[in-house]
């Protein structure tokens, strides 16, 4: 083989090698449009110095209903680093902003550990109509909660302003439907199932905290 010959073999060598290199980081960081979208513009996370992971969701939803145990055992597992949110949507429907105050308002009695998931189970499995005050304290009444302390934070002014601030984020992350993981302000998970939206949502935790080492700054979104 002349010299001409082997550089040019060694020339399309290196080539395919970067080829599957950079198919690989593809495969590892995810596909744009399939796997991912970026959030424009970036949006600031109430957690310095940790990854930001936030859950919109709303009880109103059967996806979130089915998504509901599956997210609270993966974020059981999250390391120290990462902090995990949730935010009900409204959607300028009543009964999803009524039980998006519902859901505020069992966090301030603090009802929400021990109602969080029975109230997926009472609306999709039981398909009670609990969509207003009256009928949400009642139900929090008959299965442990304290309705007087709900139906006080449900009309305090702590909660209108949690749920006016949960309607502010979902427009300015363009949420247009539930569930949607996004990570740190800057990525919306995306996937065919709620299996591979949770696989994204790891995929994309692991690319902050690679972009974050690379340019030697705390994984966040300042």
């Known amino acids: 083989m002349s010299i001409r010959n082997c550089a040019l073999t060694l020339a399309l060598w290196v080539l395919a090698s970067a080829g599957t290199v950079m198919s ?14 970026k959030i424009e513009p970036p949006q600031p996370t109430m957690s310095p110095g940790k990854i930001e ?6 009880y109103m939803c059967p996806h979130c209903s089915e998504f509901y145990p599956l997210v609270t055992t993966w974020a059981a597992k999250l390391p120290k680093n990462v902090v995990f949110r949730r935010v009900p949507v409204g959607f ?3 009964p999803w902003i009524n039980l ?15 109602l969080d998931g029975a109230l997926f189970r009472a609306i999709h499995e039981e398909h009670l109509q609990l969509f207003d005050e009256p009928s949400l304290a009642e139900w929090a ?3 442990g909660g304290n309705a007087d302390r709900f139906a006080a934070a449900y009309t305090s002014f702590g ?7 949960a309607d502010q984020l979902v427009e300015s992350y363009r949420i247009e439907a539930v569930p949607t993981m996004a ?9 065919k199932n709620l299996a591979e939206i949770l ?11 690679t972009e974050a080492r690379a340019a030697g700054t705390p994984a966040k979104h300042k």
């Open 141 to 143: 009444a008959r299965n």
């Open 53 to 58: 992971v936030i859950e919109f969701f709303s």
């Open 159 to 165: 909660v209108n302003n949690q749920t006016v601030q």
């Open 199 to 209: 696989a994204n949502t790891d995929r994309l935790i692991a690319q902050v905290q």
């Open 24 to 37: 690989v980081a593809v495969h590892a960081q995810g596909v744009e449009g399939t796997d991912y979208r």
């Open 92 to 94: 300028n429907r009543p």
């Open 100 to 114: 998006a105050r519902a859901y505020y308002a069992l966090q301030a009695s603090g009802d929400l550990d021990k």
């Open 183 to 191: 990570v740190n302000g800057e990525y919306q998970a995306m996937g």
